[in-house]
Protein backbone atom coordinates (compact mmCIF):
# COMPACT_ATOMS: atom_id res chain seq x y z
CA UNK A 1 0.00 0.00 0.00
CA UNK A 2 1.25 3.32 -0.59
CA UNK A 3 2.05 5.54 2.07
CA UNK A 4 -0.27 8.46 1.29
CA UNK A 5 1.80 10.80 4.44
CA UNK A 6 4.99 9.53 3.39
CA UNK A 7 6.58 13.19 2.45
CA UNK A 8 5.34 14.75 5.88
CA UNK A 9 7.60 15.24 8.79
CA UNK A 10 7.34 13.36 11.95
CA UNK A 11 5.77 16.28 13.68
CA UNK A 12 3.44 17.05 10.73
CA UNK A 13 1.95 13.49 11.12
CA UNK A 14 2.45 13.48 14.77
CA UNK A 15 -0.19 16.73 14.51
CA UNK A 16 -2.67 14.86 12.52
CA UNK A 17 -3.04 12.06 14.57
CA UNK A 18 -3.92 14.45 17.17
CA UNK A 19 -7.19 15.10 14.96
CA UNK A 20 -7.87 11.44 14.87
CA UNK A 21 -6.22 10.82 11.23
CA UNK A 22 -5.91 6.70 11.98
CA UNK A 23 -3.77 6.99 8.70
CA UNK A 24 -1.32 9.29 10.89
CA UNK A 25 -1.06 6.73 12.82
CA UNK A 26 -0.30 3.76 10.75
CA UNK A 27 2.32 6.42 9.59
CA UNK A 28 4.05 6.75 12.48
CA UNK A 29 3.98 2.77 13.14
CA UNK A 30 5.21 1.98 9.91
CA UNK A 31 8.03 4.37 10.57
CA UNK A 32 8.49 3.87 14.30
CA UNK A 33 7.46 0.28 14.67
CA UNK A 34 9.93 -1.57 14.10
CA UNK A 35 12.89 0.60 16.50
CA UNK A 36 10.08 0.78 19.10
CA UNK A 37 9.48 -3.47 18.59
CA UNK A 38 13.54 -3.77 18.66
CA UNK A 39 14.00 -1.45 21.94
CA UNK A 40 11.02 -3.03 23.80
CA UNK A 41 12.39 -6.54 23.45
CA UNK A 42 15.95 -5.51 23.74
CA UNK A 43 14.51 -4.42 27.29
CA UNK A 44 11.89 -6.90 28.00
CA UNK A 45 13.94 -10.10 26.33
CA UNK A 46 10.40 -11.10 25.71
CA UNK A 47 8.82 -11.47 22.12
CA UNK A 48 5.47 -11.02 23.83
CA UNK A 49 5.67 -8.36 26.60
CA UNK A 50 7.51 -6.29 24.07
CA UNK A 51 4.71 -6.54 21.56
CA UNK A 52 2.43 -5.41 24.81
CA UNK A 53 4.60 -2.31 25.29
CA UNK A 54 4.60 -1.34 21.75
CA UNK A 55 0.93 -1.34 21.74
CA UNK A 56 0.50 0.61 24.93
CA UNK A 57 2.94 3.12 23.73
CA UNK A 58 0.89 3.65 20.12
CA UNK A 59 -1.99 4.16 22.26
CA UNK A 60 -0.21 6.56 24.34
CA UNK A 61 1.06 8.53 21.67
CA UNK A 62 -2.70 8.14 20.07
CA UNK A 63 -3.87 9.95 23.39
CA UNK A 64 -1.27 12.22 23.78
CA UNK A 65 -0.46 13.31 20.35
CA UNK A 66 -2.44 16.55 21.30
CA UNK A 67 -0.41 17.42 24.05
CA UNK A 68 3.27 17.35 21.87
CA UNK A 69 5.36 20.55 22.20
CA UNK A 70 7.66 20.56 19.30
CA UNK A 71 9.47 23.38 21.03
CA UNK A 72 10.75 20.44 23.49
CA UNK A 73 12.18 18.49 20.86
CA UNK A 74 11.93 16.24 18.22
CA UNK A 75 8.58 13.93 17.75
CA UNK A 76 10.85 10.64 17.21
CA UNK A 77 11.94 11.46 20.75
CA UNK A 78 8.96 12.06 22.31
CA UNK A 79 7.76 8.80 20.61
CA UNK A 80 10.87 6.69 21.25
CA UNK A 81 10.61 8.00 25.39
CA UNK A 82 7.16 6.61 25.00
CA UNK A 83 8.09 3.66 24.34
CA UNK A 84 11.14 3.37 26.46
CA UNK A 85 9.17 4.33 29.55
CA UNK A 86 6.65 1.51 28.76
CA UNK A 87 9.08 -1.05 28.40
CA UNK A 88 10.47 -0.03 31.56
CA UNK A 89 7.47 0.09 33.17
CA UNK A 90 6.74 -3.26 32.20
CA UNK A 91 10.35 -4.85 32.70
CA UNK A 92 10.06 -3.67 36.37
CA UNK A 93 6.28 -5.00 37.03
CA UNK A 94 7.43 -8.19 35.71
CA UNK A 95 11.06 -8.35 37.64
CA UNK A 96 12.68 -9.85 33.97
CA UNK A 97 15.57 -7.52 34.48
CA UNK A 98 18.34 -10.67 33.38
CA UNK A 99 21.45 -9.82 31.68
CA UNK A 100 21.01 -13.42 29.54
CA UNK A 101 21.93 -12.81 25.86
CA UNK A 102 18.89 -12.19 23.45
CA UNK A 103 17.68 -14.68 21.47
CA UNK A 104 17.99 -13.97 17.47
CA UNK A 105 15.81 -12.47 15.14
CA UNK A 106 15.39 -11.70 12.15
CA UNK A 107 16.58 -7.95 11.32
CA UNK A 108 13.92 -7.13 8.88
CA UNK A 109 11.25 -4.62 8.81
CA UNK A 110 7.71 -5.74 7.48
CA UNK A 111 6.70 -2.78 6.81
CA UNK A 112 10.14 -1.02 5.82
CA UNK A 113 11.32 0.22 2.45
CA UNK A 114 14.94 -0.69 1.45
CA UNK A 115 15.55 3.06 2.15
CA UNK A 116 13.58 3.19 5.49
CA UNK A 117 15.81 0.10 6.41
CA UNK A 118 19.24 1.52 5.06
CA UNK A 119 18.36 4.76 7.43
CA UNK A 120 17.68 2.43 10.13
CA UNK A 121 20.97 0.25 9.65
CA UNK A 122 22.63 3.65 9.22
CA UNK A 123 21.49 5.18 12.48
CA UNK A 124 22.11 1.89 14.48
CA UNK A 125 25.53 1.92 13.16
CA UNK A 126 26.47 5.83 14.16
CA UNK A 127 25.19 5.37 17.78
CA UNK A 128 26.87 2.30 18.21
CA UNK A 129 30.06 3.99 17.04
CA UNK A 130 29.16 7.27 19.30
CA UNK A 131 28.43 4.81 22.25
CA UNK A 132 31.99 3.27 21.88
CA UNK A 133 33.62 6.19 22.24
CA UNK A 134 32.21 6.53 25.61
CA UNK A 135 34.21 5.60 28.41
CA UNK A 136 33.48 2.09 29.66
CA UNK A 137 32.01 3.10 33.12
CA UNK A 138 30.20 6.04 31.37
CA UNK A 139 28.77 3.62 28.44
CA UNK A 140 28.27 0.38 31.05
CA UNK A 141 25.95 2.87 33.52
CA UNK A 142 24.01 4.47 30.74
CA UNK A 143 23.78 0.87 28.69
CA UNK A 144 22.29 -0.81 32.06
CA UNK A 145 19.91 2.45 33.17
CA UNK A 146 18.56 2.81 29.39
CA UNK A 147 18.62 -1.24 28.43
CA UNK A 148 18.20 -2.85 31.36
CA UNK A 149 15.82 -0.83 32.88
CA UNK A 150 17.79 -0.50 36.68
CA UNK A 151 16.93 2.51 38.76
CA UNK A 152 20.60 4.70 39.34
CA UNK A 153 20.20 3.54 42.84
CA UNK A 154 19.56 -0.17 41.88
CA UNK A 155 22.66 0.99 40.10
CA UNK A 156 24.94 2.40 42.60
CA UNK A 157 24.14 -1.07 44.28
CA UNK A 158 24.50 -3.43 41.56
CA UNK A 159 28.02 -1.71 40.49
CA UNK A 160 29.17 -0.82 44.22
CA UNK A 161 29.47 2.63 44.16
CA UNK A 162 28.13 6.10 45.31
CA UNK A 163 25.15 7.28 43.89
CA UNK A 164 26.48 10.41 43.57
CA UNK A 165 29.35 8.82 40.81
CA UNK A 166 26.33 6.80 39.13
CA UNK A 167 24.74 9.82 38.48
CA UNK A 168 27.61 11.52 37.18
CA UNK A 169 28.32 9.09 34.90
CA UNK A 170 25.10 9.04 33.88
CA UNK A 171 25.11 12.83 33.10
CA UNK A 172 28.69 12.80 31.41
CA UNK A 173 27.95 10.33 29.22
CA UNK A 174 24.51 11.14 28.34
CA UNK A 175 25.92 14.91 27.42
CA UNK A 176 29.10 13.37 25.65
CA UNK A 177 26.76 11.15 23.67
CA UNK A 178 24.76 14.12 22.41
CA UNK A 179 28.54 16.18 21.53
CA UNK A 180 29.27 12.72 19.80
CA UNK A 181 25.94 12.54 17.82
CA UNK A 182 25.59 15.83 17.15
CA UNK A 183 29.35 16.21 15.89
CA UNK A 184 28.67 15.13 12.42
CA UNK A 185 26.36 15.90 9.58
CA UNK A 186 22.85 13.85 9.48
CA UNK A 187 19.43 14.06 8.57
CA UNK A 188 16.97 14.45 11.09
CA UNK A 189 14.68 12.17 9.49
CA UNK A 190 14.75 9.97 5.89
CA UNK A 191 11.15 10.94 4.93
CA UNK A 192 11.17 15.04 4.72
CA UNK A 193 12.65 15.17 1.33
CA UNK B 1 14.65 23.53 45.85
CA UNK B 2 18.03 25.62 46.74
CA UNK B 3 20.72 23.06 46.20
CA UNK B 4 21.51 20.90 42.71
CA UNK B 5 19.94 17.83 44.43
CA UNK B 6 17.00 17.98 41.98
CA UNK B 7 19.12 19.48 38.83
CA UNK B 8 21.63 16.24 39.41
CA UNK B 9 18.09 14.36 38.31
CA UNK B 10 17.78 15.07 34.23
CA UNK B 11 20.17 12.50 32.67
CA UNK B 12 18.73 9.93 35.01
CA UNK B 13 15.03 10.91 34.62
CA UNK B 14 15.82 11.23 30.79
CA UNK B 15 17.35 7.50 30.79
CA UNK B 16 14.21 6.49 32.84
CA UNK B 17 16.04 5.46 35.59
CA UNK B 18 14.17 6.95 38.68
CA UNK B 19 11.97 5.37 40.88
CA UNK B 20 8.58 6.58 40.96
CA UNK B 21 8.34 8.91 43.42
CA UNK B 22 11.75 10.59 42.44
CA UNK B 23 10.20 11.34 38.87
CA UNK B 24 7.20 12.63 39.98
CA UNK B 25 9.02 15.12 42.37
CA UNK B 26 11.65 15.81 39.35
CA UNK B 27 8.24 16.57 37.31
CA UNK B 28 7.14 19.02 39.51
CA UNK B 29 10.66 20.62 39.96
CA UNK B 30 10.63 20.58 35.62
CA UNK B 31 8.02 22.97 35.92
CA UNK B 32 9.52 25.81 37.80
CA UNK B 33 13.11 25.12 36.24
CA UNK B 34 13.73 26.45 32.86
CA UNK B 35 17.36 25.43 33.29
CA UNK B 36 15.77 21.79 33.99
CA UNK B 37 13.80 21.62 30.73
CA UNK B 38 16.22 22.95 28.14
CA UNK B 39 18.90 20.63 29.39
CA UNK B 40 15.99 17.58 29.77
CA UNK B 41 15.40 18.75 25.40
CA UNK B 42 18.91 17.81 25.14
CA UNK B 43 19.67 14.86 27.13
CA UNK B 44 16.52 13.00 25.84
CA UNK B 45 17.63 13.51 22.05
CA UNK B 46 20.87 11.57 23.04
CA UNK B 47 18.94 8.81 24.98
CA UNK B 48 15.99 8.58 22.19
CA UNK B 49 18.66 7.81 19.48
CA UNK B 50 19.65 5.26 21.73
CA UNK B 51 16.81 3.43 20.49
CA UNK B 52 18.11 2.80 17.15
CA UNK B 53 21.09 0.66 18.82
CA UNK B 54 19.18 -2.34 19.90
CA UNK B 55 19.04 -5.14 17.59
CA UNK B 56 16.51 -5.18 14.94
CA UNK B 57 13.63 -7.10 15.20
CA UNK B 58 10.64 -7.53 12.95
CA UNK B 59 7.43 -6.87 15.04
CA UNK B 60 4.91 -9.47 13.93
CA UNK B 61 2.52 -8.83 11.30
CA UNK B 62 -0.52 -8.25 13.71
CA UNK B 63 1.14 -5.92 16.05
CA UNK B 64 -0.33 -2.89 13.40
CA UNK B 65 -3.65 -3.88 12.95
CA UNK B 66 -4.34 -4.80 16.79
CA UNK B 67 -2.88 -0.59 17.45
CA UNK B 68 -5.00 0.54 14.53
CA UNK B 69 -8.16 -1.49 15.73
CA UNK B 70 -7.70 -0.38 19.91
CA UNK B 71 -6.99 3.41 18.46
CA UNK B 72 -10.14 3.38 16.61
CA UNK B 73 -12.01 1.93 19.66
CA UNK B 74 -10.81 4.80 21.79
CA UNK B 75 -11.56 7.31 19.36
CA UNK B 76 -14.08 8.54 17.39
CA UNK B 77 -16.39 5.95 19.04
CA UNK B 78 -15.33 7.02 22.97
CA UNK B 79 -17.37 4.06 24.97
CA UNK B 80 -17.81 5.76 28.65
CA UNK B 81 -16.64 1.70 30.18
CA UNK B 82 -13.89 2.30 27.87
CA UNK B 83 -12.07 5.40 30.61
CA UNK B 84 -12.88 3.15 33.47
CA UNK B 85 -11.57 0.16 31.96
CA UNK B 86 -8.78 1.73 31.38
CA UNK B 87 -8.04 2.88 34.72
CA UNK B 88 -7.94 -0.25 35.47
CA UNK B 89 -6.22 -2.43 33.46
CA UNK B 90 -2.67 -0.51 33.75
CA UNK B 91 -1.53 -3.77 30.76
CA UNK B 92 -2.68 -4.29 28.07
CA UNK B 93 -4.14 -0.85 27.45
CA UNK B 94 -5.24 -2.41 23.75
CA UNK B 95 -6.49 -5.35 24.41
CA UNK B 96 -8.37 -4.33 26.85
CA UNK B 97 -10.11 -1.22 24.36
CA UNK B 98 -10.83 -4.18 22.65
CA UNK B 99 -12.06 -6.32 25.33
CA UNK B 100 -14.25 -3.25 26.41
CA UNK B 101 -16.50 -3.78 23.35
CA UNK B 102 -16.58 -7.50 23.91
CA UNK B 103 -17.93 -6.85 27.82
CA UNK B 104 -20.53 -4.00 27.09
CA UNK B 105 -21.92 -6.57 24.43
CA UNK B 106 -21.25 -6.40 21.28
CA UNK B 107 -20.44 -10.16 20.78
CA UNK B 108 -19.41 -9.68 17.03
CA UNK B 109 -17.71 -6.51 16.58
CA UNK B 110 -16.06 -6.14 12.69
CA UNK B 111 -13.88 -3.13 12.40
CA UNK B 112 -13.60 -2.73 8.84
CA UNK B 113 -15.99 0.13 8.87
CA UNK B 114 -13.29 2.43 7.85
CA UNK B 115 -11.45 0.18 5.03
CA UNK B 116 -9.28 3.22 4.04
CA UNK B 117 -6.84 0.95 5.86
CA UNK B 118 -6.65 -2.10 4.07
CA UNK B 119 -3.80 -3.27 5.63
CA UNK B 120 -5.08 -2.73 8.82
CA UNK B 121 -8.30 -4.73 8.95
CA UNK B 122 -8.86 -6.95 11.46
CA UNK B 123 -12.26 -8.36 12.51
CA UNK B 124 -12.45 -9.23 16.29
CA UNK B 125 -15.01 -11.89 17.62
CA UNK B 126 -16.31 -12.06 21.52
CA UNK B 127 -17.01 -15.88 22.07
CA UNK B 128 -18.45 -16.65 25.96
CA UNK B 129 -17.58 -18.41 28.72
CA UNK B 130 -19.52 -20.73 31.12
CA UNK B 131 -18.27 -20.78 34.79
CA UNK B 132 -17.46 -17.12 34.87
CA UNK B 133 -18.97 -13.48 33.61
CA UNK B 134 -16.75 -12.62 30.77
CA UNK B 135 -16.24 -13.66 27.08
CA UNK B 136 -12.70 -14.32 24.90
CA UNK B 137 -11.82 -11.97 22.43
CA UNK B 138 -10.28 -13.33 19.30
CA UNK B 139 -8.75 -11.55 16.75
CA UNK B 140 -7.37 -13.36 13.86
CA UNK B 141 -5.53 -16.41 15.40
CA UNK B 142 -4.40 -14.57 19.07
CA UNK B 143 -6.62 -13.33 21.53
CA UNK B 144 -7.75 -12.16 25.11
CA UNK B 145 -9.62 -13.55 27.88
CA UNK B 146 -11.41 -11.11 30.01
CA UNK B 147 -13.12 -12.16 32.96
CA UNK B 148 -15.40 -10.35 35.35
CA UNK B 149 -15.72 -10.55 39.45
CA UNK B 150 -13.40 -13.38 39.58
CA UNK B 151 -11.94 -13.69 43.44
CA UNK B 152 -7.93 -13.69 43.30
CA UNK B 153 -6.65 -17.06 43.68
CA UNK B 154 -5.89 -18.42 47.01
CA UNK B 155 -2.26 -18.30 48.62
CA UNK B 156 0.23 -20.70 46.58
CA UNK B 157 -1.97 -21.31 43.85
CA UNK B 158 -2.51 -19.64 40.47
CA UNK B 159 -5.32 -19.43 37.77
CA UNK B 160 -4.47 -21.02 34.32
CA UNK B 161 -5.65 -20.44 31.03
CA UNK B 162 -5.75 -23.00 28.67
CA UNK B 163 -6.16 -23.41 24.71
CA UNK B 164 -7.74 -27.21 24.31
CA UNK B 165 -8.01 -28.34 21.14
CA UNK B 166 -9.06 -32.15 20.01
CA UNK B 167 -8.76 -32.69 23.83
CA UNK B 168 -5.46 -31.65 24.33
CA UNK B 169 -4.82 -28.86 26.81
CA UNK B 170 -1.60 -25.98 26.13
CA UNK B 171 -1.18 -23.68 28.56
CA UNK B 172 -1.51 -20.04 27.51
CA UNK B 173 -0.39 -18.14 30.78
CA UNK B 174 -1.33 -17.91 34.96
CA UNK B 175 -3.02 -14.67 36.54
CA UNK B 176 -3.76 -14.12 39.81
CA UNK B 177 -7.20 -13.18 39.25
CA UNK B 178 -8.65 -10.28 41.74
CA UNK B 179 -10.14 -7.12 40.29
CA UNK B 180 -13.48 -6.05 38.94
CA UNK B 181 -12.33 -6.65 35.48
CA UNK B 182 -9.41 -8.52 33.95
CA UNK B 183 -7.57 -9.16 30.81
CA UNK B 184 -5.39 -12.03 29.82
CA UNK B 185 -3.23 -12.15 26.75
CA UNK B 186 -3.55 -15.48 26.03
CA UNK B 187 0.27 -16.71 25.14
CA UNK B 188 -0.75 -19.31 22.48
CA UNK B 189 -2.60 -19.46 18.99
CA UNK B 190 -6.24 -19.73 19.23
CA UNK B 191 -7.21 -21.89 16.07
CA UNK B 192 -10.84 -21.91 14.71
CA UNK B 193 -13.03 -24.78 17.03
CA UNK B 194 -10.61 -24.71 20.32
CA UNK B 195 -11.88 -24.12 23.53
CA UNK B 196 -10.31 -21.72 26.29
CA UNK B 197 -10.40 -22.84 29.72
CA UNK B 198 -9.14 -21.92 33.02
CA UNK B 199 -7.98 -24.38 35.78
CA UNK B 200 -6.57 -23.25 39.64
CA UNK B 201 -3.34 -24.93 39.98
CA UNK B 202 -0.16 -24.49 42.33
CA UNK B 203 1.78 -21.41 42.13
CA UNK B 204 3.58 -21.09 39.10
CA UNK B 205 1.65 -23.35 36.76
CA UNK B 206 1.18 -26.60 35.53
CA UNK B 207 1.91 -27.90 32.16
CA UNK B 208 -0.84 -29.96 31.89
CA UNK B 209 -4.41 -29.42 33.84
CA UNK B 210 -4.97 -31.10 36.97
CA UNK B 211 -8.53 -30.94 37.50
CA UNK B 212 -11.53 -30.23 35.37
CA UNK B 213 -11.70 -26.76 34.32
CA UNK B 214 -14.11 -24.43 36.41
CA UNK B 215 -13.92 -21.40 33.33
CA UNK B 216 -14.95 -23.01 29.82
CA UNK B 217 -15.44 -20.87 26.81
CA UNK B 218 -17.67 -21.80 23.76
CA UNK B 219 -15.65 -23.35 20.59
CA UNK B 220 -13.79 -20.40 19.16
Known sequence: MPRALAHLSDEAVVAL??????????????RFGGVAYGLARRI??????????????????WRGAAR????????????????????VDLVRREQRRAVEALPESVPDLTTATAEDELWLRLERERVQAALAKLPDQQREAIELA???????SELAERLGEPLGTIKSRMFTGL???????????WATTPFTT | MGDDAVHDLTAAYALDALELEEARGYEEHLAGCERCREELVALQGAAGALAYAA??????????????????????????????????????????????????????????????LDRA??????????????????????????????????AGKTYEAWVV????????????????TIVIRLRRALPAGAVVAVTLERAGGAPQPTQKPFITSAPL
Not at chain 2, 63 to 88: C, F, K, Q, V
Not at chain 2, 90 to 111: E, H, P, R
Not at chain 2, 165 to 180: C, I, K, L, N, V
Request: hydrophobic share 45%; with cysteine.
Open chain 1, 44 to 61: LRDDLLAEDAVQEAFLAI
Open chain 2, 165 to 180: EDGRASPAGTFAGGGR
Open chain 1, 146 to 152: YYGGFTQ
Open chain 1, 17 to 30: CARSDEVALAELYD
Open chain 2, 121 to 154: QVALRGVPLTGAKGSVVVSGGSGALVVSDLAPAP
Open chain 1, 68 to 87: FVPERGKASTWILTLVHRRA
Open chain 1, 175 to 185: ARLRELLEGEA
Open chain 2, 55 to 116: PPARPPGELRGRILAAARAERPNDLRSLRTYRRRTAGFAAVAAVAACAVVGLAAWNVSLHNR
